[in-house]
């Protein structure tokens, strides 16, 4: 299966797992649920959706490479305790707490999480004298005498043998306590996991024209030549880095991370012609209403693949913008109910408001310490919150020398509905921008697939789907309504646009 089919799966299993009796029990006991063990080739995202899923689940997580532990580590360290059984006086081994469960214990005790994920990656590539204790800890979920707390549940991960020399083969006895998930590249699930990272528009578009680039591994006289997800997604992030800091994107730096010379050359040759198709079309123009009859003509003429790389230039643009507004609605509506609870701390508190803010400023930073080190906050929500902390600050200094909780009040609710005009004035300037993108294509490409491109796009990608649902775009509609893919008389939500501080 996808990745995204195993992510479900995973997330299915917890909530059984997670599933308490009348008592507040949980139904199936720890030493019953079976670890998840994901088997797939390298690089396809299997650590990636366990932080997806956690910060989804609002669950703690806690990552270990298993190819890094020895027996010690796992295990404990033997010491010599006294005992008296009847009489009889003796000393025993006993060991200390294996790393990994205190690491739990400490997460817990940190953060205050009391559900989470113990993820061992690498699981099939233990060593020797460390393969009978994991035997162990997959039946019972201990390591010596030592077990994993109730609430959190084992995920493991491993590379088929042709990918790794140092896979150790499991036994019946082994996959007999295993949920195994077997997991196979695929680059449209992979398309909207890069949306939401947003990989570099050329590496999108490169890998729309020559989807068979995405994943390869090949053996040759010369070793092996391959081409991973995570190579795509990492050379993504230094291309963006280096562009950011005027450095060049040579073809060595490509072969750094695209293992395979022929592709890594390919794609290296399309970066520069995306850089001047980039130069020519002045995306800007087109998307503010202003493209010259020039550069219309030549989209008419173009072939396929430049219209596609066109294409793509134009949505990671506009695809900004948008993202931009709904990260910023979301934190706006995020934020309402921190100014909620401080307009509460301002009518009982004997503290100045500005105190008062200060409260609500340190519990969001709280907040933002505990979900960052459990990995119970995505990404997203880690600059939500920043910035939601950021709005909180400057409003606190707004309330420097007031004591007055009515004046108070009526100074931060004035900031928010500031705030919101902001927002509204921004969504409606990017609305318009994906409008001129839609008339601008819908003048020069009057015929083929490429509005069918567009609106799949759209719609894949959360951030602008979730645009078009909360503040609508008429010529997608138009254009998706043989996709049947919404149903138009869905009326539009209008929260963002309604948001009240009363």
Not at 115 to 143: H, R, W
Not at 165 to 185: A, G
Not at 209 to 233: H, L, M
Not at 287 to 302: F, H, Q
Request: proline share 3%; glycine share 6%; charged share 30%.
């Amino acid at each position: 299966m996808n990745i995204k089919d195993a992510k479900e799966q995973i997330k299915n299993a917890m909530v059984a797992y997670f599933t308490k009796d009348d008592s507040g029990d949980y139904i199936v006991p720890i030493e019953k649920q079976r670890p998840v063990f994901l088997m797939g080739p390298p690089g396809i995202g299997k650590t990636a959706i366990m932080e997806q899923i956690a910060s989804e689940m609002g669950v703690g997580l806690l990552s270990y490479s298993m190819t890094h532990h020895t027996r010690q580590s796992a295990l404990g360290l033997p010491f010599i305790v006294h005992k008296n059984y009847k009489g009889l006086e003796c000393d025993i081994s006993e060991y200390t707490m294996s790393e990994i469960i205190a690491s739990v214990y400490d997460m817990m005790e940190e953060t205050g999480v009391e559900e989470g994920i113990l993820f061992l990656d690498e699981i099939n590539c233990v060593s020797e004298t460390l393969a009978p204790v994991m035997l162990q800890f997959l039946q019972y979920k201990v390591f010596g005498r030592h077990r994993v707390p109730d609430g959190w549940i084992v995920v493991t991960a491993g590379n088929p043998p042709e990918y790794n020399n140092s896979v150790r083969e499991f036994d019946i006895v082994t996959w007999d306590r295993l949920k195994r998930i077997d997991v196979d590249p695929d680059f449209d699930v992979w398309k909207e996991y890069a949306y939401q990272c947003g990989v570099h528009a050329s590496v999108m578009t490169y890998l729309e024209i020559k989807k068979a680039d995405f994943y390869t591994v090949e053996s040759t006289v010369d070793g092996k030549r391959f081409v991973t997800a995570r190579g795509w997604d990492d050379l993504s992030q230094m291309i963006q880095l280096y562009e950011k800091n005027d450095i060049k994107v040579d073809q060595k730096l490509i072969e750094q991370y695209i293992q395979n010379p022929r592709i890594a050359k390919d794609f290296a040759v399309y970066y520069d012609l995306f850089l001047k198709y980039k130069s020519d079309y002045q995306i800007d123009k087109i998307l503010t209403g202003k493209a010259s009859a020039d550069i219309k003509e030549r989209a008419k003429n173009a072939k396929f693949d430049e219209r596609l790389s066109l294409i793509g230039m134009m949505l990671d643009l506009v695809g900004e913008e948008l993202r931009a507004v709904v990260e910023s609605g979301q934190t706006m509506k995020e934020l309402t109910s921190s100014l909620v609870e401080f307009k509460c701390l301002i009518i009982k508190s004997d503290k100045t408001p500005s105190d008062n803010m200060a409260d609500v400023i340190d519990k969001k930073r709280n907040e933002l310490a505990a979900g960052k080190k459990s990995g119970a906050l995505s990404k997203d929500a880690q600059y939500r919150l920043k910035q939601q902390i950021r709005i909180l600050e400057n409003e606190q200094g707004l309330l420097f020398g007031i004591d007055n909780s009515t004046e108070a009040f009526t100074i931060i609710k004035k900031d928010f509905d500031e705030q919101i005009k902001l927002l509204k004035k921004a969504s409606v300037e990017s609305g318009k921008k994906l409008s001129n993108m839609f008339e601008f294509c819908e003048e020069v490409f009057t015929e083929g697939q490429e509005m069918l491109i567009i609106v799949t796009e759209l719609t894949i990608n959360p951030y602008t789907s979730t645009y078009i649902s909360k503040y609508g775009c008429e010529e997608y509609f138009r254009h998706n309504k043989d996709l049947l893919i919404y149903d138009r008389q869905k009326e539009i939500e209008a929260e963002l646009l309604t948001l009240k501080l009363d």
